[in-house]
């Protein structure tokens, strides 16, 4: 390396570490006591709980089928995760099947409605709106005399806070009906009825095992909570 460019890599070092060491002197971490900091805090704690329960809300459901004429019992399972598109989602059985008929299907559901597209927006609402939190709270902390100087900061953050209120409000109303329309298709009394080879003369479909839906009742919760959250937020 040359000494001219050894000289641009040292000046260039210093400047970041002066220009580190400078923000690092305005940081105002009181701005978090503050409302808007506050806010800002929990709105990113709530966003981030709704897309990451939202996202991980996927359970397992099985049903056994009695073979008839005999006491063997074939075990179906089926397994669900994010974006829950239930056309697709496996419905197998753990054995070989019984000899009379196989299943009707392969999957858990025929029909998926808006369940893969509420879902898919929900959480990119709950990701963007996560990252949009972080990167103000930095320029609260560190930045905020620019934040109070210029005019456009203030007027970005509350435009993005008026179209995430709409976002999240809307997306928490389509993501909830989405849940529901999620629990009515993965309960077992209605798979085993809509499963055609349960309904035969001497054949029990039982239930064997119920799908959860506490991460995605929480994420419903928190998305509501964020709707009433985001338009309180004070300067």
């Known amino acids: 390396m040359s000494a001219s460019a050894a000289a641009t890599v040292v000046t260039a070092a210093q400047k970041a570490q002066n220009f580190a060491s400078q923000t690092v002197e305005t940081a105002r971490t009181e701005v978090l006591k503050e409302p808007l ?72 559901s025929t029909d998926s409605k808006n369940i893969v597209s509420s879902a898919q927006f929900f959480v990119f609402t709950g990701v963007t709106a996560f990252l949009y939190s972080i990167a103000f709270l930095i320029i609260y902390i ?35 009906k989405a849940v529901s329309d999620l629990q009515h298709y993965t309960k077992l009394e209605f798979i085993i009825e809509s499963m055609s080879f349960c309904n035969k003369i001497n054949i029990n479909c039982y239930g064997n095992k119920n799908p959860t839906y506490t991460n995605l009742i929480v994420s419903c919760v928190n998305s509501f909570k964020i709707s009433f959250i985001q338009p309180s937020k004070k300067k």
């Open 37 to 108: 900091g506050f806010i800002k805090i929990l709105q990113l704690f709530l966003a981030l709980l709704a897309f990451a329960t939202a996202a991980s809300g996927g359970s397992e459901l099985a049903f056994n089928r009695r073979c008839p004429n005999t006491s063997v019992n074939v075990l179906y399972i089926g397994k669900y995760n994010y974006p829950y598109d239930l056309k697709n989602a496996p419905l197998n059985p753990k054995q070989k099947e019984c000899s009379d008929l196989k299943a009707d299907r392969t999957t858990i």
């Open 142 to 176: 560190f930045f905020r005399h620019k934040y109070n100087n210029i005019v456009y900061f203030p007027l970005i953050d509350f435009v993005s806070t008026c179209i995430f209120s709409i976002f999240w409000f809307a997306g928490s109303i389509a993501w909830s």
